[in-house]
């Protein structure tokens, strides 16, 4: 953010000066003469002049900070707070570390995305290339994936299926259970036993299963690697 400093001018200074300034009117009152008129005048002027800066100042920030912390809240982190005022003061300091914060929760915001997209590739490697027994849990689609040595394991070519055709499956109630713990609560254990039936064919078998979440930008589990392990 480009900033055209001119002027600095304390905004704390403002506001002792227009204390001093009302203190010193009100002495005035009890004077006589015409120096006390002109006094008078004078410092009231000044007064007006210092209270609407000050005010004027302070309700334009208000607006502004609270644009920009609406902004974060929503997750926009590129949003800044524009600077066009020529006076340099305590409101302006802040709105300079308001937009520093905003450019270092960009730089995360963009590593995060950067470090997931690279966790999906690895994911995505593994899953393709293992010869070990696994199944890809896509939580957005809500389908699970198998690869080629699971589905050799149960003898079928079909290798996606839905959570649905998966849950309402009466032998897969305790990994259904566990899973929605580990998916949604964050609670899972490292590695688990239990039985499995895919919605085709008639074949229970019983596994270990490991659990390896994958948390996308919003900290959730977007993905979840499961190996898989016949207890024989």
């Not at 004077?31 to 002109?38: E, F, Q, W």
């Not at 499995?196 to 270990?208: M, S």
């Not at 299963?209 to 207890?231: H, S």
Request: aromatic fraction near 14%; charged fraction near 25%; hydrophobic fraction near 45%.
């Amino acid at each position: 953010m480009k900033k055209n400093k001119v002027i600095k001018i304390s905004a704390v200074f403002v506001f002792f000066s227009i204390f001093l300034l009302g203190v010193g009117s009100i002495i005035l009152l009890f004077l006589s003469g015409v120096l006390r008129g002109v006094l008078f005048y004078v410092y009231s002027a000044i007064f007006f002049s210092l209270s609407v800066y000050l005010a004027t100042r302070t309700v334009l920030f208000q607006k502004r900070m609270l644009t920009f912390i609406k902004s974060l809240y929503g997750g926009d982190y590129k949003v800044g707070i524009k600077q066009n005022c020529p006076v340099y003061d305590e409101f302006t300091g802040i709105v300079d570390l308001s937009n520093k914060l905003s450019e270092r929760l960009c730089l995360f915001d963009r590593l995060r995305a950067e470090k997931v997209q690279l966790s999906f590739s690895v994911l995505d490697i593994i899953f393709n290339r293992i010869d070990q027994p696994c199944m890809l849990v896509d939580v957005e689609e809500k389908h699970f994936i198998m690869n080629r040595a699971l589905q050799t394991l149960f003898g079928v070519k079909n290798n996606r299926f839905s959570f649905t055709s998966i849950e309402k499956n009466e032998y897969n109630t305790k990994f259904v259970r566990i899973l929605l713990l580990a998916l949604m609560k964050d609670k899972i254990e490292k590695k688990f036993q239990a039985p499995f039936r895919l919605p085709i064919g008639e074949i229970t078998k019983t596994f270990w299963f490991d659990f390896i979440p994958v948390r996308g930008k919003d900290e959730k589990v977007a993905y979840a690697l499961i190996f898989v392990e016949e207890i024989r």
